[in-house]
């Protein structure tokens, strides 16, 4: 599918559409329709499960979205989180002057400046795509969103722009509150704003986005991981300075590329969220790494998590793993006057940092773009079972008194195990069609086999499975453990 035709599907569907949609919609902020939120939730709760749940030393917190200008100008983000900014002497449209060059064919490093960026444009002779206008000169812009707090507006504050700084300001007190021990790890999910000069294609780039990020706050000398766990296991890899994707094992990226072995190890815990749980297929997923002037300037590592998403052409970033060394906590010691070093057997360090960075958003268009298909005259959304925004559906064949209650005394007995729909509108057949469009794995049908105390079928129900149509008969006694062993 291109992209249109996903926020069609989205749309019609339940999915995703727009904010403000009757007055015309806002570019970069999208609601969630009823499978759409269901499915973002299935999302952050596998990624919890996986990330956090699994690991004793490691918890969820929720800090605010809203932040005072004295940690952002810490942190580096008053000065330095900035976008190129280009725009039209004609008709004063504003772009991003990388993608601008990008959708030209044009490729600039991430680290280009504002003068590299107007020597690329001129070169190349690039007008404004709208009405062919000269382009003005290229400027920083900061994407940060302010606020001004108090009945007179005095106090100045911004909309965080991503969720990693509220593990920062909560670490000193977490770590106390807990065990006084490293590794810690803090998690986020929760809302970012960044004001994108150019919003676009559906949930890539949006003002209003959610992540889902883990910071993992360490000693540098003294963190041990253990390869067994991941033996035999091979990474695509494109690195900086090669031309492909090679199959690097973690031993590969230890010992030929200089990569710490904590750093290799979160590599493949990350690969296999994708290939097992998210059901990425072999060769859509690689990990890009970032040459010293396209990285962030504090980080020693640096790789994008990156899918071959249709819609979006081609490889493109749904995450990130980040080697930050002491650079946060270090910062923020010195924006607040607190002393942010630990103490840890005796010595006293400042902690590293490695985050795990995901956004929710673009994972979710990913999910949908990569499990959608076409079989025949039907659409199949063939999402892995556990993000199923519905698991079951329960159908009575027909219109028969015997049938719609037994039907629904079913939905009444698994809507307290499983999420649960029940529908008699239409054909059972279009039923099916409704329940594949949006993912539901099975569909239950009662029927009159099963109300027919004389039937050798008394009592039992039609399974149909969502991927191949495959149907069996299953005694209503049997369900709740069937269908818990086909989830687990």
């Not at 290229?138 to 507006?153: C, H, Q, S, W, Y």
């Not at 790890?185 to 890539?204: H, T």
């Not at 690689?286 to 899918?307: C, P, Q, S, T, W």
Request: charge should be neutral.
């Amino acid at each position: 599918m291109n992209i249109d035709d996903l926020l069609a599907f989205a749309k019609a569907k339940g999915f995703f559409w727009q904010s403000a949609e009757i007055y015309g919609g806002s570019s970069g902020i999208f609601d969630y329709g009823h499978v759409g939120a269901m499915i973002k939730r299935r999302f952050e709760s596998l990624w919890l499960s996986y990330f956090v749940d699994s690991n004793r030393d490691y918890h969820l917190i929720e800090g605010s979205t809203m932040l005072p200008e004295k940690p952002l100008v810490a942190s580096g983000h008053a000065a330095r989180f900035n976008d190129i900014l280009v725009g039209c002497s004609k008709c004063h449209t504003y772009y991003r002057a990388d993608v601008l060059l990008s959708d030209n064919k044009i490729t600039v490093s991430e680290g280009a400046s504002a003068t590299e960026m107007d020597v690329a444009l001129q070169k190349n002779g690039i007008k404004c795509p709208r009405d062919k206008g000269v382009l003005l000169p290229a400027k920083t812009f900061n994407m940060m969103i302010d606020v001004r707090l108090g009945p007179e507006k005095s106090d100045k504050g911004y909309l965080r722009p991503e969720t990693a700084q509220s593990a920062y300001l909560n670490f000193f007190r977490e770590f106390n509150v807990l065990r006084k021990a490293l590794p810690l790890g803090l998690a986020v999910i929760g809302k970012a704003y960044r004001n994108e000069i150019s919003p676009r294609q559906g949930l890539y780039r949006m003002r209003e986005l959610t992540q889902a990020e883990l910071q993992i706050f360490f000693d540098a000398d003294n963190w041990k991981v253990d390869f067994k766990e991941f033996e035999g296991i091979r990474l695509p890899v494109l690195l900086y300075k090669g031309k492909k994707t090679e199959m690097l094992s973690l031993r590969d990226l230890v010992s030929k590329h200089g990569i710490p072995e904590f750093y290799a190890y979160h590599m493949a815990l990350i690969y296999n969220f994708y290939t097992t749980e998210l059901m990425v297929p072999e060769g859509k997923l690689r990990f890009l790494e970032k040459g010293e002037n396209e990285k962030a300037f504090y980080n020693k590592v640096h790789m994008d998590i990156e899918v071959d998403v249709e819609s979006w052409s081609g490889f493109k970033e749904v995450g990130g793993l980040h080697y930050r060394g002491d650079y946060d906590l270090t910062s923020h010691s010195r924006g607040s006057g607190q002393d942010m070093s630990v103490s840890i057997d005796g010595k006293r360090i400042m902690p590293h940092v490695l985050e795990l960075s995901f956004g929710v958003d673009r994972n979710i268009w990913m999910l949908i773009d990569l499990t959608y298909r076409k079989d025949g005259e039907r659409s199949v959304l063939s999402l892995p079972y556990a993000l199923a925004p519905c698991q079951l559906a329960v159908f009575p064949l027909q219109k028969d008194e015997k049938i719609e209650k037994k039907a629904a005394e079913l939905y009444d007995a698994l809507r307290h195990k499983f999420k649960v729909i029940t529908d008699s509108a239409g054909s059972i057949g279009k039923r099916y069609a409704r329940m594949d469009e949006i993912g539901t794995p099975f569909c239950i049908t009662v029927d009159f086999d099963t109300v027919d105390e004389k039937s050798d079928n008394f009592n039992s129900v039609t399974v149909r499975y969502r991927d191949d149509k495959k149907q069996v008969r299953k005694h209503v006694k049997e369900l709740e453990k069937f269908f818990y062993d086909e989830y687990s």
